[in-house]
């Protein structure tokens, strides 16, 4: 399910809604890139461990 939580046109009903700001769309490429990141660390973690235990 994806609603937003904040509405912006004049149905928001509270009054602490309509003073909210539109919600900010997320970045694709920069997700991207932290996965790639987290993927290497992750990668480069398990070597190093690997071939601290096997030598």
């Given at each position: 399910?994806?609603?937003?939580?904040?509405?912006?046109n004049e149905s928001?009903r509270?009054?602490f809604?309509?003073?909210?700001?539109?919600?900010?769309?997320?970045d694709v490429?920069?997700?991207?890139?932290e996965?790639?990141?987290?993927?290497?660390?992750?990668?480069?973690a398990?070597f190093?461990?690997?071939?601290t235990?096997?030598?």
């Amino acid at each position: 399910m994806t609603r937003r939580l904040v509405l912006t046109n004049e149905s928001a009903r509270h009054p602490f809604r309509q003073t909210l700001p539109p919600p900010v769309t997320p970045d694709v490429r920069k997700r991207d890139d932290e996965d790639w990141k987290l993927f290497l660390l992750s990668f480069a973690a398990f070597f190093t461990c690997f071939y601290t235990l096997i030598f």
